[in-house]
Each structure stands twice: as structure tokens, then as C-alpha cells.
């Protein structure tokens, strides 16, 4: 039988932080001179770039210098449903500071979300085994996404895309915009399956091979 994965409450309570600590250094550095959306913004706009690398860096640096969890595939769908939950009840709130219609907000979501979820396979990859190498590879891997070096791929474009979103003068998106978005939602799914799939394979190789070497300690 499986192990059971457990709720991820310590990285709740540290997400809630990043959040919370995300929202008073905007409101510390860019203090807001009048309760006018364009006073706010920049305030919004350092929140959600806080919370955006807490998603795509600050989530990997803390899973990948942890124990390889037993279900490593189980335990990364848990943390992403669970980051990505609580940073909707940053963004949709920030919608009442700025000019953003419902499709502008959405398509941040789905910028910042899209984004998350290629890091979720790269870091239920990397978790797979409990080499330092491996593991540091797999970090640089969600740095280098979280920094927009893999678009030109069709990958998501991480901080970058999040900017050229929050930085629009139109209120509505252009089809352009959404058909970029929709690319990348397809690659990060792509992404996540295949890395899934292959941290499964490697996983169970690690499994074997710790049970013939526990058998031969055994036997010997």
C-alpha cells in the first residue's frame, strides 16, 4: 500500500507569510499617496511580482532541500493546488485597485498559474531523487522558466509574461495575448505530465534499487 501523503501545513503557514510579508514590503515601499488607482498600482504590482517569485522560486528552493517525499507526484499536486488556492486571495482582491476588467485579472491568473504548474513537474522531477546535483539542476531549471528564458520555446514566461500582463495600458486583452496564454497553458501541461511520468520511472528505480541493496545487506 502507498504511503499517505500528508497536508501540507507547514507550507501553507509559510506560503501565508510570503503573502502577507509580499503585501507589507509593497505597501512599505511604494506607500500609496492618495487612495487613486493609479497611486495604488505600483503597490499591486510589487505584490503580485512578490508573490509570482514565491510560486516559481521561493516553492522549489523549500520542496527541493527537503527529504524526498515517498509519492513525489502526490505531495507536488498538493503543494501547487494549495499555492496556487491561496494566491487567488491575493489577486482577485487587487482587481478593486486597478483598472483590470475580469478577462485582464484572468489572464494574469492563468500567466502566473500556467507558470506554476511547468515548475510543479520540474520540481516533482528533481524531488524524484535525492542527489544534490540532480536536485540543483532541477532548481535551476524553475529559475530559469521563473525568469522567461524558456519562452521562445513556447514554454510560459514566468515573471516576464506576469509584467507584460500587469503592464498593459488595455484594459481588455488582444487575441494576441490570450493566444500566447493558451500556448503556454498547453506546454505546461505538457510539461507536467511528462516530468510526472518520468519522476515516477525514476522513482520506482530508486525503490528498487534501495531494496536490493537493503536484500543483499541482508542476505550477506
Given at each position: 500500500?502507498?504511503?499517505?501523503?500528508?497536508?501540507?501545513?507547514?507550507?501553507?503557514?509559510?506560503?501565508?507569510?510570503?503573502?502577507?510579508?509580499?503585501?507589507?514590503?509593497?505597501?512599505?515601499?511604494?506607500?500609496?499617496d492618495s487612495t487613486a488607482m493609479a497611486s495604488l498600482?505600483?503597490?499591486?504590482?510589487?505584490?503580485?511580482?512578490?508573490?509570482a517569485a514565491g510560486v516559481l522560486v521561493g516553492w522549489p528552493l523549500l520542496r527541493l532541500s527537503l527529504p524526498s517525499p515517498a509519492r513525489p507526484?502526490?505531495?507536488?499536486?498538493?503543494?501547487?493546488?494549495?499555492?496556487?488556492f491561496l494566491f487567488q486571495a491575493v489577486l482577485w482582491p487587487m482587481r478593486l485597485a486597478t483598472p483590470w476588467s475580469?478577462?485582464?485579472?484572468?489572464?494574469?491568473?492563468?500567466?502566473v498559474?500556467?507558470?506554476?504548474?511547468?515548475?510543479?513537474?520540474l520540481v516533482a522531477l528533481g524531488s524524484a531523487r535525492a542527489s544534490s546535483w540532480w536536485r540543483a539542476l532541477a532548481m535551476a531549471a524553475c529559475l530559469a522558466?521563473?525568469?522567461?528564458?524558456?519562452?521562445?520555446?513556447?514554454?510560459?514566461?514566468?515573471?516576464?509574461?506576469?509584467?507584460?500582463?500587469?503592464?498593459?495600458?488595455?484594459?481588455?486583452?488582444?487575441?494576441?495575448?490570450w493566444a500566447s496564454c493558451f500556448t503556454q497553458v498547453l506546454a505546461a501541461a505538457a510539461v507536467i505530465v511528462g516530468a510526472s511520468l518520468a519522476s515516477v520511472v525514476l522513482g520506482?528505480?530508486?525503490?528498487q534499487r534501495r531494496a536490493t541493496l537493503a536484500r543483499d545487506r541482508a542476505v550477506g
Open positions: 500500500m502507498s504511503a499517505a501523503v500528508e497536508p501540507p501545513r507547514l507550507l501553507v503557514i509559510a506560503a501565508g507569510v510570503w503573502f502577507v510579508g509580499a503585501l507589507a514590503l509593497a505597501l512599505g515601499a511604494r506607500l500609496p498600482f505600483p503597490s499591486v504590482r510589487l505584490c503580485l511580482i512578490a508573490c507526484v502526490a505531495t507536488m499536486v498538493m503543494d501547487l493546488t494549495t499555492i496556487l475580469i478577462e485582464r485579472t484572468l489572464l494574469i491568473d492563468l500567466v498559474g500556467s507558470s506554476g504548474v511547468a515548475v510543479g513537474g522558466l521563473a525568469s522567461g528564458l524558456f519562452v521562445q520555446f513556447g514554454l510560459p514566461g514566468g515573471v516576464p509574461e506576469l509584467l507584460a500582463s500587469m503592464d498593459s495600458r488595455a484594459s481588455m486583452p488582444i487575441e494576441g495575448e520506482s528505480g530508486v525503490a
